[in-house]
T-cell receptor
Framework: GAVVSQHPSRVICKSGTSVKIECRSLDFQATTMFWYRQFPKQSLMLMATSNEGSKATYEQGVEKDKFLINHASLTLSTLTVTSAHPEDSSFYIC????????????FGPGTRLTVT | GDSVTQMEGPVTLSEEAFLTINCTYTATGYPSLFWYVQYPGEGLQLLLKATKADDKGSNKGFEATYRKETTSFHLEKGSVQVSDSAVYFCALSGVTSGTYKYIFGTGTRLKVLA
């Protein structure tokens, strides 16, 4: 149980275009989803917290107009990187919190974004 | 604010050696503590967890005990295998403004040689 999927697993896009990454909780309802960014050989950096049906809360220094987050249902959150640039290339990981388990997050497999 | 401090890597061991990866934390209240493992190109997998003081989490031969008196959650394994080579992250979670955020350590890369 408690499986989180991400799609796509890898994406290459051209500079200036937008790309959407989906995060789904497959077998539980996720009231809260989190989006992280990970640079090579570094730890995870929390970008934003999204609660179903409300606006995402962004961490300091994360541009909300560039990284659009939507959490329209209890099983789906999306991250859209708008007008992507090469410096946005990174590994993006989502996680979801099971509403019945207070603290634990379940992580997706990650999405490798490369902007050319 | 809350924080997690993890020993610097990389850690290189021979197969069947004993492993310790240190993790200490600072937090208000009583956080839950986790160890996650990340294999190359993959997301994070929960390795073990502990939710209160003196709890011992264990899985796949790995163990860690929640020590409130020393604010530590050190990861140990008695005999490592080549397949244990990965990056290990210590994390804590508690209620912060109702968001249940995780605070991660910097990660420790483990390389096990045959």
């Amino acid at each position: 149980g408690a499986v989180v999927s991400q799609h796509p697993s890898r994406v290459i896009c051209k500079s200036g275009t937008s790309v959407k990454i989906e995060c789904r909780s497959l077998d539980f309802q996720a009231t809260t989803m989190f989006w992280y960014r990970q640079f090579p050989k570094q730890s995870l950096m929390l970008m934003a917290t999204s609660n179903e049906g409300s606006k995402a809360t962004y961490e300091q220094g994360v541009e909300k107009d560039k990284f659009l987050i939507n959490h329209a249902s209890l099983t789906l959150s999306t991250l859209t990187v708008t007008s992507a640039h090469p410096e946005d290339s990174s590994f993006y990981i989502c996680s979801a919190r099971d509403r019945t388990l207070s603290y634990e997050q379940y992580f997706g497999p990650g999405t490798r974004l490369t902007v050319t | 604010g809350d924080s997690v401090t993890q020993m610097e890597g990389p850690v290189t061991l021979s197969e069947e050696a004993f492993l310790t990866i240190n993790c200490t934390y600072t937090a208000t209240g009583y956080p839950s503590l986790f160890w996650y493992v990340q294999y190359p190109g993959e997301g994070l997998q929960l390795l073990l967890k502990a939710t209160k003081a003196d709890d011992k989490g264990s899985n796949k031969g790995f163990e860690a005990t929640y020590r409130k008196e020393t604010t530590s959650f050190h990861l140990e394994k008695g005999s490592v295998q080549v397949s244990d080579s990965a990056v290990y992250f210590c994390a804590l979670s508690g209620v912060t403004s109702g968001t249940y955020k995780y605070i991660f350590g910097t990660g420790t890369r483990l390389k096990v040689l045959a």
